[in-house]
């Protein structure tokens, strides 16, 4: 089973940039599909972005397309998380997690990195 952990949320003005990390360990990355969630607090959890094994396709929240961008780095076991043009309701714990298919369930999940955009 693959482990992983997020690094890089924090605290940021309306309008500012943050790029989260989630650093797989344990398993073989580049055969897994990546995504990134978030919950905010009183909400349920919601995808944010995901991508497929090889960096190929990717998908995105329609309230996050245009200012974040998912990417990977296989050879770093890696995969990222561009938040730019970031607004408070991206406030938010944001999880990375993995899957061994896309029909599979996500079923690795990080601990969690705080997001808070200030106004």
């Known amino acids: 089973q693959v482990q992983l952990v997020e690094s890089g949320g924090g605290l940021v003005q309306a309008g500012g940039s943050l790029r989260l990390s989630c650093a797989a360990s344990g398993g073989t990355f580049s055969s897994y599909g990546m995504g990134w969630f978030r919950q905010a607090p009183g909400k349920e959890r919601e995808i944010v972005a995901a991508i497929n094994w090889s960096g190929g396709s990717t998908y995105y929240a329609e309230s996050v397309k245009g200012r974040f961008t998912i990417s990977r780095d296989n050879a770093k076991s890696t995969v990222y998380l561009q938040m730019n043009s970031l607004k408070p309701e991206d406030t938010a714990v944001y999880y990375c997690?993995?899957?061994?298919?896309?029909?599979?369930?996500?079923?690795?999940w990080g601990q969690g990195t705080q997001v808070t955009v200030s106004s």
């Open positions: 997690a993995a899957r061994r298919t896309v029909r599979a369930a996500y079923d690795a």
